[in-house]
Every structure is written in structure tokens, then in C-alpha cells.
T-cell receptor, first 111, second 114 residues
């Protein structure tokens, strides 16, 4: 079993829809959770960063962490065609500096 | 800041040849990471350095792969001899080693071994 599981999609939604992206994990030591966005033929870029459980909001993006269920989510409100990309979750335990990545979910927002 | 700089952007080589990928981390970042990305396996950590010292190389697939960081502003990943199954996008990333900050990735090197 991989440390981090993520549905690869692809996910296709109409412009303006609410998008929900999810990851599950097996290591209860994970404390730091991130979402990266990767456009085609580019490197991943950090989108959201959360520590431990709870919600964090940044504009149209909301990250949720449920440590009891070992489940994290990224919500995108009012999705735009420019949100079309691959979204990767990443997480790390409370020591060390290594992040474990999901395989990414491919999202297409149709105008 | 120009970000993490990788070269070359694309590399096509024949099986058996030596390949060297290069990375310049962000100035002031003291941790550097080499990742490989494929459709099947996603992002895989190959090796990471802290203050120019290799900390964990357990992800390096085999002895054909080697990485060096001779100073704080430069790192190389070498594959010798290269094989078709090494074809992938190789990313370099850097961050501040203390605390769990996110990485800044380079744009990657797309390697094709024919």
C-alpha cells in the first residue's frame, strides 16, 4: 500500500462548478499537508499549506484535513478554465524534511 | 529570485550513454531534492541533501544513479549508463531545511533514452 493515495481522474467540470479533490494516507505521523498545482510541462507549485487538522481558506481554494479519518481535501469554488491542471497532495511527518506525494488528479475546467 | 534552475530542459540520448542533469537551488535554501516523475509512479524522491550533505538516497533506483552537491548553489544527478526505463521528467526542488516548508520546484528536465 502506498503512503498516499490519490484518484488520478481525469476530472472534467463546467466553468463555475465546485471541485473537490481528495487524498487518503496511511501514516498517522503525518502533520504537514500541502497541495501543489502542476500545469502541463511545468514543475509543481505550492498552492496550499496546512498543519494538523482543520480548514484553511485562500481565495477560491479551501484545504481541509481530517486526521481522524486520514483524509485531506481541496475545494475549488467558482472553478475557472485557468484551474485546469494536475493537483498533487503532499504530506510530511513532524520530523525530517521529506514530503510524500500523491500521484496527482488531472482536472479540466470546460468554459 | 529566478527560482530553481534546471538544465537542460530536454535531453534525448541513446541507451548506454551518460546523462548529467544540473540544478541551481534558490539562494539561501539549504535543502535540495531530486525527484523523478512518471505517469505510472508519480513523483518519486530519489535523494535529498541538507547543507550539501546527502541525507537520504534510499530512493536512488540503482548504482547507475549518482548525485552530488559540491556547493550550496549547484547539484548534479548523473545516470551512467542510461536505459530506456530511465525516461521520465526529473525535478529538482529546494527549501529551507528547518521547519516543514513547502518545496520550490524547478521546471524539470524531460529525459528520453532511446
Amino acid at each position: 500500500q502506498k503512503e498516499v493515495e490519490q484518484d488520478p481522474g481525469p476530472l472534467s467540470v463546467p466553468e463555475g462548478a465546485i471541485v473537490s479533490l481528495n487524498c487518503t494516507y496511511s501514516n498517522s505521523a503525518f502533520q504537514y499537508f500541502m497541495w501543489y498545482r502542476q500545469y502541463s510541462r511545468k514543475g509543481p507549485e505550492l498552492l496550499m499549506y496546512t498543519y494538523s487538522s482543520g480548514n484553511k481558506e485562500d481565495g477560491r481554494f479551501t484545504a481541509q484535513v481530517d486526521k481522524s479519518s486520514k483524509y485531506i481535501s481541496l475545494f475549488i469554488r467558482d472553478s475557472q478554465p485557468s484551474d485546469s491542471a494536475t493537483y498533487l497532495c503532499a504530506m510530511s511527518p513532524n520530523t525530517g524534511n521529506q514530503f510524500y506525494f500523491g500521484t496527482g488528479t488531472s482536472l479540466t475546467v470546460i468554459p | 529570485d529566478a527560482g530553481v534552475i534546471q538544465s537542460p530542459r530536454h535531453e534525448v540520448t541513446e541507451m548506454g550513454q551518460e546523462v548529467t542533469l544540473r540544478c541551481k537551488p534558490i539562494s539561501g535554501h539549504n535543502s535540495l531534492f531530486w525527484y523523478r516523475q512518471t505517469m505510472m509512479r508519480g513523483l518519486e524522491l530519489l535523494i535529498y541533501f541538507n547543507n550539501n550533505v546527502p541525507i537520504d538516497d534510499s530512493g536512488m533506483p540503482e548504482d547507475r544513479f549518482s548525485a552530488k552537491m559540491p556547493n550550496a548553489s549547484f547539484s548534479t544527478l548523473k545516470i551512467q549508463p542510461s536505459e530506456p526505463r530511465d525516461s521520465a521528467v526529473y525535478f529538482c526542488a529546494s527549501n529551507f531545511g528547518t521547519g516543514n516548508y513547502g518545496y520550490t520546484f524547478g521546471s524539470g528536465t524531460r529525459l528520453t533514452v532511446v
